[in-house]
């Protein structure tokens, strides 16, 4: 019979005699999806689809995904906010005169991070310079303990490889 026609298998099983041409087959599911977004905006396809069955419909969650994607519906993680700066210690705190800087070459500004990276055993602390003009790293040091000296290896370092124009030389304690 599907040769005869020259109809596909799969188009002869999705065929139904009594749907309307050009009608969307899953507008009934796409509205009850739709419902439960706006009740549940944290529902992504897993949950979608066990709602979706809990209230008798029988769904494929492949369906579900199409279906929240083509719809814009897809649940987006918020990741957490992890705070890694102290804030609350005793040193004094400097007011951020870069702001409002207009960089027009090399060695106006030079600007620092430190961060750790987490090894199988232990973490290393990695102090970092770079130029703020051509934010290339000048100065960086490495070391399983984060003390003062770490950071200032980083900086003597950037010294080293950089001469900053007179008058700009900090003073290194």
């Not at 999705?14 to 087959?25: A, I, K, V, Y």
């Not at 106006?108 to 102090?127: N, S």
């Not at 703020?132 to 303990?145: C, E, Q, T």
């Not at 950037?158 to 900053?164: H, K």
Request: proline share 6%; aromatic share 8%.
């Amino acid at each position: 019979m599907l040769e005869l026609g020259r109809v596909s298998r799969s188009s002869f099983y999705r065929f139904d005699p009594e749907g309307q041409p050009g009608t969307d087959r899953d507008m009934e599911l796409r509205d009850a999806i739709q419902r439960i977004a706006l009740e549940m905006p944290s529902y992504g396809r897993p949950r979608m689809t066990a709602e979706l069955r809990r209230r008798g419909s029988r769904v494929n969650p492949k369906r579900v995904y199409r279906l929240l994607r083509e719809d814009n519906l897809l649940c987006v993680r918020r990741r957490k906010f992890v705070v890694t700066t102290d804030s609350n210690h005793e040193r004094k705190i400097y007011p951020n005169l870069a702001r409002a800087l207009v960089l027009t070459g090399v060695n106006q500004l030079w600007i620092a991070d430190l961060t750790y990276i987490r090894l199988l055993q232990e973490f290393v602390f990695l102090p970092a310079i770079l130029d703020a003009f051509s934010r290339r790293v000048i100065g960086w040091s490495l070391d399983r303990s984060l003390d003062e000296q770490l950071t200032l290896s980083a900086l003597r370092m950037a010294l080293e490889r950089r001469t900053p124009l007179p008058g700009l030389n900090p003073t290194i304690h």
